[in-house]
């Protein structure tokens, strides 16, 4: 699949557990943290959301604009826009849950479909490449990026990498 430019109309709040890491973390099994974060959310959360429920990774708190650098990774799922503070707020309290704003902007989308995890490393490989080429024509803003899973599946389904561009 080909990456295509979206424009995100409004800002989706998502709630989630969140990790901080590096790429270079991520290379050994040792260090990593993803696989974990991503192993607990599904433990721990992804059986109290509605079936289907959309799943986000939302990646933000870039320390720097390029590889390198750490930034936070929040596992996550969008908040009902007509949520009231109530029962909701207390449980995501007692559960450490953490609050980011995806904001609205425009995002160059790279979608893979397959076997995860290696559909969303593909992804990624899909737009590190893309960002990395001299004839690159858009700039990454390093705000926030974000992955969807459509209709949360984590095993077998397609994930939609966005990159927040200029």
Partial sequence: ?????????????????????????????????????????????????????????VYHNYESEDLVGAFDVVASWKVASEQEPSDSDNIAKAANLVTVDIPAGKYLVFSEQGRMPYTVMNAWEKAWTYFNDRSCEHTRTFDVDFEHYIDGNLEYGQVDVYIGIE
């Fill in 1 to 57: 699949m080909t990456s295509e430019v979206k424009e995100l109309p409004e800002a989706i709040a998502c709630n989630g557990i969140s990790v901080r890491t590096t790429n270079n973390a991520e290379i050994s099994e040792d260090t990593a943290k993803l696989g974990r974060l991503w192993q607990k959310f599904y433990q721990n959360h992804a059986s109290d959301l509605p079936k289907g429920e959309d799943i986000y990774g």
